[in-house]
């Protein structure tokens, strides 16, 4: 339930700060982190979502080529839109979850105008263009 960062989408007008977590309590306060999922700077996927009719109910402005940041304690991430897309809600592949590079994915209900939980899923998916890389001791 930590807050650890703030995103930006410049072009969707979208300024919010990214809680560790996806439950309820976190959805309420901005953006949630998929607990799963790596953390900025890690080098696998960063996924987070966010209730369309608050944090990203303009989400739908970004275009593919339109930079995002994430902004941590630790250091400034940027990614780079290259992909959009609208699935069915159950399609668990379109987290992607386990890439083998960078990945930030964002994803909400979708249409973006309703309100309460729907069957489809509006997704965006960013490659990262610069970032400090965590070095992890195993």
């Not at 300024?15 to 998929?34: E, N, R, S």
């Not at 966010?50 to 940027?78: M, W």
Request: with cysteine; proline share 4%.
């Amino acid at each position: 339930g930590t807050e650890y960062a703030e995103l930006s989408i410049p072009s969707a007008e979208i300024k919010a700060p990214v809680f560790f977590g996806d439950g309820d309590k976190q959805l309420a306060k901005g953006i949630g982190h998929y607990n799963g999922s790596d953390f900025p700077g890690m080098g696998s996927t960063v996924l987070l979502s966010g209730h369309n009719n608050t944090y990203l109910h303009t989400i739908d402005r970004a275009q593919v080529g339109d930079n995002i940041t994430l902004t941590t304690s630790y250091g400034v991430y940027v990614y780079k839109i290259n992909e959009i897309k609208i699935t069915d809600s159950g399609n668990v592949s379109a987290t992607r979850i386990s890439a083998d590079e960078e990945t930030l994915v964002i994803y909400t209900c979708y249409p973006l105008s309703t309100l309460g939980l729907t069957s489809k899923r509006y997704f965006v998916y960013a490659e990262y263009v610069s970032r400090p890389v965590i070095l992890i001791n195993e």
